[in-house]
């Protein structure tokens, strides 16, 4: 792997011209880079609109503390404890490192390739094939952006479970309540949304302060716990095998628990998303992730093993009132209230500056997506605020709906939590279209615009790895921790993740009958239907995938090949009613296991809006999916 290469002669010669130029009219290295990185962005088709704040330093420093590798092995501890064990913790945490690195590794070059903000999506669109990149493309971009988000929500979300894991570990009259855990979980993201904003001026600078809390309270973290607990065998802790979780199988017992190992190593690609902040991004962004990678990784093994050295009685610390048997460790450790209380703050700490990262990339790729006008109000949202010089509105976006999210949790911490394994299906996916075409390029006669940054021989092996772990990863991730399954603790993510790759429209018509005859009971109406279809579809020309429901039945031909079951609902007061009745009887005639529910006095999306009044039992339709979702997911489990 070559962390430093010419690429090809054209580079060469571009760059010799830009410096050639620049030296007339600049007497400053730092201008003449930033003017060569606008320069090469030009090349790419897009206009310099960000100020590049970032340096070597800081960028490594934001791509660790995005990771926080070691913080996510102590929170998520239990994961791997309950199913696999501390055995599994040790050699699940090796085969992530492996497989984790050579996704950093094929990720970073393409980074060199093609350093813009829009990383996944920008990449497909330049190697699939001329045919299929606009589809494949968009497909990357709204995978990648939904990944985004729902990885910089768990971050808050860990935060704010932490503290109340410290109100219940501290105040013994207190009770955890879901909306408790809402409301942290919204004062983070407020304060993440202001240090992106307001503080953006020394937003590198907080972040390199944030990397110095994560090293230096590595030390802090691990010194008492190893020096103080009740020591364990080294038998325990490499060879002790647990399967709490119920499965018969050891083996499938132990790729779920890989989600704890797996965890200290998402999101890597948030770095990429920062490239147009960057000096000298296609050789610092690719650069940075690596050492970024290889300093988390050493720290995540130092933690592993160092926690697992200290974890004492197993039962106790899985059985504890706080939710995380971290706290329940320090305790044991020290006997102090006080001195378990500070650790835990500085651990929940990191969550919080993980937080701020994972903020500033997600909005980055939001306003990637707007600026390519792929994206809902692409014209509202592409803007750059020019006292900041940042997309603001973006990043409130994000913060905005990620702040809705947490709405489920009152509802359902289950369906909340969810979001972990959901953060990893997303992210992996993501990389997973990407690098399937740079290995297929690879091998094929079209030449592969590299930058800077090249794997050189190893970059067939390093893709083809990244390919086969990501494709284990998301076959465990979507299972759910325990045997038997219960709608409690069932694993939505594979759900919600699936249902956010289908399109959410069926049909843009509403001259139905029923629009007219429930157009006072709906919560929705044509009006406002014909305004959300013109930005969803923002521009493109009507298919059979942004309009299924007036696909013929010729393309529905074969579906019974691919899906066993369908379920098909709807409210008798929709003003869709109609349109949803006609196709469930289309597809009754083409599947031949097709279940149509049409609920008296039920109105548009009433099971998902529900949750929020805790009236969930008053919904046919909600009742319906639940057990047919278990029932479902559950089959032959």
Same mark, same amino acid.
């Given at each position: ?40 962005? =030009? ?71 093609? &350093? ?12 699939? &094939?001329?045919?299929? $990149? ?57 304060? =993440? $949304? ?7 001026? /020394? ?15 590595? /030390? ?15 038998? *325990? ?8 979780g119920g499965w018969k199988s050891n083996g499938v017992s132990w790729g779920i628990g890989l989600l704890a190992s797996a965890w200290a190593f998402v999101g890597i690609d948030g770095t990429s998303h920062m490239s ?24 995540? /093994? ?88 940042? +997309? ?15 709405l489920i949790n009152i509802w359902s911490t289950t369906a909340f939590t969810a979001m972990t394994s959901l953060s990893l299906i997303g992210q992996y996916t993501s990389y997973l279209l990407p690098i399937s075409l ?13 930058? +800077? ?7 067939? *092996? ?5 390919? $086969? ?20 603790n069932m694993n939505y993510a594979g759900v919600v993740f699936g249902a956010a790759l289908i399109s959410p429209w069926g049909s843009f018509d509403t001259s139905a009958p029923s629009f007219e005859r429930n157009r ?28 299924? /429901?007036?696909?013929?039945? =010729? ?33 009754? $005639? ?48």
């Amino acid at each position: 792997m070559a962390l430093r290469d010419e690429g090809s002669p054209r580079d060469i010669e571009l760059r010799e011209r830009a410096f050639a130029k620049l030296s007339r009219t600049s007497n400053s290295s730092e201008d003449q880079t930033q003017d060569i990185d606008a320069r090469r962005l =030009a090349l790419l088709g897009k206009k310099q609109r960000l100020q590049r704040r970032f340096g070597r330093v800081s960028l490594v420093a934001f791509s660790t503390t995005l990771l926080a590798s070691w913080e996510s092995i102590a929170c998520l501890l239990q994961d791997g404890l309950i199913n696999g064990g501390p055995a599994a913790l040790i050699y699940g945490l090796v085969f992530s490192f492996a497989g984790s690195l050579a996704t950093c590794a094929s990720l970073a070059e393409m980074t060199s390739m093609l &350093p813009t903000s829009a990383g996944q999506y920008h990449w497909v669109a330049e190697l699939a &094939p001329i045919r299929y $990149a606009k589809s494949l493309s968009y497909t990357a971009g709204m995978v990648t952006g939904f990944a985004r988000l729902s990885i910089a929500a768990s971050a808050a979300y860990v935060a704010a479970t932490e503290i109340q894991g410290l109100l219940v570990f501290n105040i013994g009259s207190y009770v955890s309540q879901n909306w408790h855990g809402t409301f942290i979980y919204w004062g983070i993201l407020t304060v =993440a $949304a202001l240090v992106n904003i307001l503080g953006i001026k /020394f937003f590198p600078h907080i972040e390199t302060l944030a990397f110095i809390h994560h090293v230096c309270f590595f /030390f802090v973290f691990l010194v008492p716990l190893v020096y103080l607990s009740p020591r364990s065998t080294a038998s *325990f802790v490499f060879a002790n095998f647990e399967n709490v979780g119920g499965w018969k199988s050891n083996g499938v017992s132990w790729g779920i628990g890989l989600l704890a190992s797996a965890w200290a190593f998402v999101g890597i690609d948030g770095t990429s998303h920062m490239s147009e902040e960057v000096r000298n991004s296609e050789n610092v962004v690719p650069q940075s992730m690596v050492i970024a990678f290889f300093i988390s990784g050493a720290m995540a /093994f130092g933690a592993s093993i160092g926690i697992l050295f200290s974890v004492g009685d197993l039962k106790t610390i899985l059985n504890t009132s706080t939710n995380y048997p971290i706290i329940q460790m320090f305790y044991t450790a020290t006997q102090s209230k006080g001195a378990t209380t500070a650790i835990i703050s500085g651990l929940m700490l990191t969550s919080v500056f993980s937080t701020f990262g994972l903020l500033a990339s997600a909005s980055r790729l939001t306003w990637a997506l707007a600026r390519d006008n792929t994206f809902p109000l692409s014209n509202y949202f592409k803007h750059v605020d020019k006292g900041y010089v940042i +997309p603001v509105r973006s990043i409130l976006l994000i913060t905005i709906v990620s702040g809705l999210l947490g709405l489920i949790n009152i509802w359902s911490t289950t369906a909340f939590t969810a979001m972990t394994s959901l953060s990893l299906i997303g992210q992996y996916t993501s990389y997973l279209l990407p690098i399937s075409l740079m290995a297929i390029r690879r091998t094929g006669k079209k030449v592969v615009p590299y930058g +800077p940054f090249r794997l050189g021989r190893w970059g067939l *092996f390093l893709n083809l790895t990244s390919v $086969a772990y990501t494709a284990v990863l998301i076959i465990f991730m979507v299972l759910p921790p325990y045997q038997p399954v219960t709608v409690k603790n069932m694993n939505y993510a594979g759900v919600v993740f699936g249902a956010a790759l289908i399109s959410p429209w069926g049909s843009f018509d509403t001259s139905a009958p029923s629009f007219e005859r429930n157009r006072y009971n709906d919560s929705v109406n044509a009006p406002i239907l014909q305004k959300w279809s013109v930005y969803f579809t923002n521009g493109a020309e009507a298919d059979n995938y942004n309009q299924p /429901f007036n696909a013929s039945d =010729a393309w529905w031909k074969g579906l019974d090949g691919v899906v066993d079951q369908m379920l098909v609902t709807a409210g008798t007061d929709e003003v869709l009613l109609d349109v949803i009745a006609r196709f469930a009887k289309r597809m009754e $005639a083409i599947h031949p296991e097709v279940r149509t529910l049409l609920a008296p006095k039920e109105f548009h999306d009433q099971p998902f809006v529900e949750p929020a009044d805790n009236n969930e039992e008053r919904s046919q339709q909600g009742k319906l999916l639940k057990t047919w979702l278990v029932a479902r997911m559950t089959k032959g489990l």
